[in-house]
């Protein structure tokens, strides 16, 4: 079993749907990284969060440290949200533990 | 957010020669960068991790002398694939942790490596 497990692995909506991807991890953390890489391979920091929640325009991120579980959020979605979303979480040394990532597609 | 650059965006090079890439955080000083590597549809997998002013760690399995790495200062990490093989092509992102905001990283635009 993975340290850091990701739902769904591949998500497809309409654009305009709210979105909802999860993370659950296993091992102690510092902090939790959403992550998101286009096509084209660059990677962008989300958000990192270690407590609470916390929201930038259209995305929202959420943590649980009891029951160790994030979700990332977006609502309206729009195809340009089209990517990869990764949840990375840090552990000892600031060392990241990758999730293997969520396809999601947003069709017009 | 913080800014990290990576240059070659994208090289091609024959088997047998060695390839520079370089990782720079453009405006926040990183005593700590990481060098990661990715095959395609899989997630990031960390090759090392580069100090400033002292010898990289480099993940199980990692070559450090097929993998040079090299942090000369606060704003520069550079890492070197020597005699490349094919087996080296893949997509290299180097990430720079900023002490300023708790050590976030932030992620360079990757390299895309092909040896031919």
Request: glycine share 8%; charged share 15%; net charge positive.
């Given at each position: 079993?993975?340290?850091?497990?990701?739902?769904?692995?591949?998500?497809?909506?309409?654009?305009?749907?709210?979105?909802?991807?999860?993370?659950?991890?296993?091992?102690?953390?510092?902090?939790?990284?959403?992550?998101?890489?286009?096509?084209?391979?660059?990677?962008?920091?989300?958000?990192?969060?270690?407590?609470?929640?916390?929201?930038?325009?259209?995305?929202?991120?959420?943590?649980?440290?009891?029951?160790?579980?994030?979700?990332?959020?977006?609502?309206?979605?729009?195809?340009?949200?089209?990517?990869?979303?990764?949840?990375?979480?840090?552990?000892?040394?600031?060392?990241?533990?990758?999730?293997?990532?969520?396809?999601?597609?947003?069709?017009? | 957010?913080?800014?990290?650059?990576?240059?070659?965006?994208?090289?091609?090079?024959?088997?047998?020669?060695?390839?520079?890439?370089?990782?720079?955080?453009?405006?926040?000083?990183?005593?700590?960068?990481?060098?990661?590597?990715?095959?395609?549809?899989?997630?990031?997998?960390?090759?090392?991790?580069?100090?400033?002013?002292?010898?990289?760690?480099?993940?199980?399995?990692?070559?450090?002398?097929?993998?040079?790495?090299?942090?000369?200062?606060?704003?520069?990490?550079?890492?070197?694939?020597?005699?490349?093989?094919?087996?080296?092509?893949?997509?290299?992102?180097?990430?720079?942790?900023d002490p300023?905001?708790?050590?976030?990283?932030?992620?360079g635009p990757?390299?895309?490596?092909?040896?031919?």
């Amino acid at each position: 079993k993975n340290e850091v497990e990701q739902s769904p692995q591949n998500l497809t909506a309409q654009e305009g749907e709210f979105i909802t991807i999860n993370c659950s991890y296993s091992v102690g953390i510092s902090a939790l990284h959403w992550l998101q890489q286009h096509p084209g391979g660059g990677i962008v920091s989300l958000f990192m969060l270690s407590s609470g929640k916390k929201k930038h325009g259209r995305l929202i991120a959420t943590i649980n440290i009891q029951e160790k579980h994030s979700s990332l959020h977006i609502t309206a979605s729009h195809p340009r949200d089209s990517a990869v979303y990764i949840c990375a979480v840090l552990g000892g040394v600031q060392k990241l533990v990758f999730g293997q990532g969520t396809r999601l597609t947003i069709n017009p | 957010g913080a800014v990290v650059s990576q240059h070659p965006s994208r090289v091609i090079c024959k088997s047998g020669t060695s390839v520079k890439i370089e990782c720079r955080s453009l405006d926040f000083q990183a005593t700590t960068m990481f060098w990661y590597r990715q095959f395609p549809k899989q997630s990031l997998m960390l090759m090392a991790t580069s100090n400033e002013g002292s010898k990289a760690t480099y993940e199980q399995g990692v070559e450090k002398d097929k993998f040079l790495i090299n942090h000369a200062s606060l704003t520069l990490s550079t890492l070197t694939v020597t005699s490349a093989h094919p087996e080296d092509s893949s997509f290299y992102i180097c990430s720079a942790a900023d002490p300023s905001s708790s050590y976030e990283q932030y992620f360079g635009p990757g390299t895309r490596l092909t040896v031919t």
